[in-house]
């Protein structure tokens, strides 16, 4: 057995079975297999999902097994609960400045210009929700191709959104591989009902190497209460001429940096 399919029989120790690994990292269980028994040696995209997974890197995936098992050990040392209180304290205090968040809560589609997917809009399903006066949020993208509609991809999203001052601030995390974050920053509304909300949001999707990137982003507000799959089934990747995209948002979360300015920016709607 080589040190690569030793050190990750010691990873997937830490899961209740194989089969949970492989679901998770969406890999083959039969060539999973193969991989624990030394037969075979991973791709090069598959050694990156593989470390993207696990949170090691791939370096770390090949030393002896017994260095490797003591770096394991340091990285899952119990944090003492005097350290933990520490980091949790700031969240406290944000929630605690936070407005309000309740007349944002319930569903939006999520618009902006893919990162992965070169001119093309993606139109997700968004939605937040208001518990003991803290909002969270969750986002799914179901990824169709613009032309024949057929589904090729899918990727979920979860965190957390508040307000401070004048800016609605949204945290979220990729839930399958746990590898991104996205940042948005919208402008509230102030109107009595609302329509969609603007702002720029930063990230760095897997599928452009992680090269970090921003864009405009619209958020249009469906209501509290949706037919949930025929939202799902209106999402996906689109091109900014479908006739099935407002306009206004098309126009809106154009990414176009104007002259005289050096940085993109987005005015208030």
Not at 107 to 127: H, V
Not at 208 to 230: C, D, Q, W, Y
Not at 251 to 264: M, Q, S, Y
Request: glycine share 8%; net charge positive.
């Amino acid at each position: 057995m080589s040190s690569f399919s030793e050190n990750l029989t010691l990873l997937c120790g830490h899961f209740r079975s194989i089969a949970e690994v492989c679901r998770r990292m969406g890999l083959n269980r039969q060539q999973f297999n193969k991989y624990l028994s030394g037969q075979v040696h991973p791709s090069r995209h598959n050694m990156r999902r593989m470390c993207d997974f696990f949170g090691v890197t791939e370096s770390e995936m090949l030393m002896d097994p017994p260095r490797f098992g003591q770096l394991l050990g340091l990285r899952n040392r119990p944090i003492a609960k005097a350290q933990l209180d520490v980091p949790l304290r700031h969240l406290e205090r944000i929630f605690a400045r936070s407005h309000p968040m309740d007349r944002y809560a319930g569903y939006y589609f999520r618009y902006f210009y893919s990162f992965g997917n070169k001119g093309c809009i993606i139109r997700s399903l968004a939605g937040i929700v208001v518990r003991e006066n803290r909002g969270y949020f969750k986002n799914i993208e179901v990824l169709r191709d613009p032309d024949t509609r057929r589904w090729t991809g899918s990727n979920k999203y979860e965190g957390m959104i508040f307000q401070l001052a004048d800016r609605i601030q949204v945290f979220e995390y990729e839930t399958k591989e746990v590898n991104s974050v996205t940042q948005m920053t919208l402008y509230p509304s102030y109107r009595q009902r609302i329509d969609f909300l603007m702002g720029i949001q930063t990230g760095g999707p897997t599928r452009r190497g992680r090269k970090p990137g921003a864009s405009r982003v619209a958020m249009e507000f469906l209501g509290t209460e949706i037919n949930l799959r025929r939202a799902l089934r209106q999402t996906g990747l689109f091109r900014p001429d479908d006739p099935s995209l407002r306009p206004e948002i098309v126009r809106a979360i154009t990414n176009e940096i104007r002259n005289g300015d050096f940085v993109l920016e987005v005015d208030e709607p």
